[in-house]
């Protein structure tokens, strides 16, 4: 009897776990007389951060000497790539399709682009552009922690790798090389359309989302997230807020 309690109380679990996991999943409908949000995001106390990494293999393809990685980007007070996005959207309008195939080069050991959105669920083909062995690591950011989604050996020029990605908590992605320390790039994954990449002045724009609440987080690799708190979107209206990293 007790066994049969614990297998029910299993499938009980399982059943709950997937009935979750596909209430979480987001649905594409046709927005009627959205509205938006816009506004800027300051550096605030966030400072620039580069770190230095010597070359020590590779040179021919790597460079020589010494080099400067940009950990924090920060021009005339604005922070690069840094996104502000609605969490836990459950409908709403489509995902580009771009977002839903990206890919990832690496060229002259580096990552490009060093900065990259893409679709949670969606597809990143990694390509070895370089005649070397490169080892692509990608990490789920989940505060301080991280979790491998992507650790694939590419040792020769065109091999070429994809893989579905599918972020359990995090929203964005470390990307690094095991075989030479000096590769990273940051990706966000975005769990619905309605973010925004903010531009070189600071400024930022989402749009076409259904009239509601919602919560505003502003993210970036390395800093991470900053809560926004609940903004109100009122349909055919634009809220206004500004945010900045504390």
Not at 61 to 75: K, L, N, S, W, Y
Not at 209 to 228: D, N, Q, R, T
């Amino acid at each position: 009897m007790k066994t049969l309690f614990k297998g029910l109380v299993g499938v009980a679990a399982i059943v709950s776990v997937a009935s979750t996991a596909q209430a979480a999943k987001y649905k594409e409908i046709d927005v009627k007389d959205g509205g938006s949000i816009s506004g800027t995001v300051a550096a605030g106390s966030a400072a620039a951060k580069t770190k230095g990494f010597t070359i020590s293999k590779d040179p021919q393809i790597c460079g020589e000497g010494q080099r400067e990685v940009p950990i924090v980007e920060i021009t005339n007070g604005v922070v690069k790539n840094a996104v502000v996005y609605l969490a836990k959207v459950k409908e709403g309008k489509a995902f580009p399709e771009e977002l839903k195939n990206v890919k990832i080069d690496q060229k002259k050991c580096a990552f490009l682009p060093a900065f990259s959105v893409m679709a949670n669920g969606g597809k990143l083909t990694a390509v070895n552009s370089d005649s070397t062995l490169h080892n692509i690591h990608t990490y789920e950011l989940i505060g301080k922690a991280r979790r491998t989604v992507m650790n694939v050996s590419q040792p020769n020029a065109g091999d070429k790798v994809t893989k579905k990605v599918k972020m359990r908590k995090g929203t964005g992605m470390k990307i690094e090389c095991d075989a030479h320390d000096f590769m990273h790039a940051y990706m966000f994954v975005a769990k619905s359309p309605y973010f925004a990449v903010i531009d070189d002045k600071g400024g930022f724009k989402i749009d076409n989302i259904p009239a509601g609440k919602y919560k505003i987080v502003l993210w970036h690799g390395f800093l991470g997230e900053v809560k926004g708190g609940k903004v109100e979107v009122k349909a055919g209206g634009d809220t206004k807020i500004d945010l900045s990293f504390k």
